[in-house]
């Protein structure tokens, strides 16, 4: 059975909530790829784990500042934890192709972190994504992305995550319009069941020159809802 969670808009003050003990115990809140592609911690380091999670938040928290496009949610527990958040943004002109390509990966990162960090990997990542959506994501047609997911490990698999993700689906329905996000293969059954369907083939990602021994295969994924809009955006 689902724990009783609760979902909100995110508010200014939850970004050093998030950095609470109540809200690291069990697994923190920190975006991938850093955690745990990007920025490996070692089990029980504390320490790092906090350093690396200030680094996600604080990126996290600029988006919520300066981005107008960006809808960040939050799942919560009755005593108020926090165990899941979002950033879904909406394109009411089309996905901003440009403006998201460029990303300062090291803006918030400490000079001393920089040896731990796989910078390279993560500006490749995050730069790569944003690429692909040109090839896969429509021009101009009006959109809602999600940008970002994490649940805290303890808290996985109950429900959370599906509750963000039904929250994009209700809102793309509700405006007539396409939701669309990237996904690991193994995490496809999750967004299926709130009606993503793939797009086209798997694109492989090579982690071994990182020297991470896997390829990942990512999914591209649309929910398309049945709408007049959709099916003639330009109407």
């Not at 429509?138 to 963000?164: H, I, N, T, Y």
């Not at 982690?207 to 994924?221: C, Y």
């Amino acid at each position: 059975m689902a724990a009783p969670f609760t979902v909100s808009r995110v508010a200014a003050t939850d970004f050093s909530e998030i950095l609470r003990p109540l809200n690291r115990r069990g697994g923190d809140l920190a975006t991938p790829p850093i955690s745990p592609l990007c920025w490996p911690v070692a089990d029980g380091d504390d320490k790092e784990a906090l350093r690396r999670l200030r680094y996600s938040t604080a990126n996290e928290e600029k988006f919520f500042k300066v981005d107008p496009t960006c809808h960040q949610i939050k799942a919560c527990t009755p005593d108020g934890e926090i165990v899941s958040y979002a950033r879904w943004n909406f394109f009411p002109e089309g996905y901003e192709f440009e403006k998201h390509e460029y990303v300062d990966v090291g803006e918030f990162l400490p000079e001393d972190a920089r040896s731990v960090m796989k910078l390279d990997l993560y500006r490749e990542l995050r730069t790569g994504m944003m690429r692909l959506r040109r090839e896969w994501q429509p021009r101009g047609q009006a959109c809602w992305v999600l940008m970002s997911m994490v649940s805290r490990e303890c808290w996985r698999k109950q429900g959370a995550a599906s509750l963000l993700i039904d929250w994009g689906v209700k809102k793309a329905r509700e405006d007539g319009v396409p939701a669309y996000l990237e996904a690991s293969v193994t995490g496809k059954p999750v967004y299926e069941k709130a009606g993503f369907r793939e797009v086209g083939e798997h694109v492989p990602w090579d982690m071994r020159p990182h020297g991470i021994p896997v390829v990942f295969n990512i999914a591209k994924m649309a929910y398309i809802p049945e709408s007049d809009f959709v099916k003639h955006p330009h109407k």
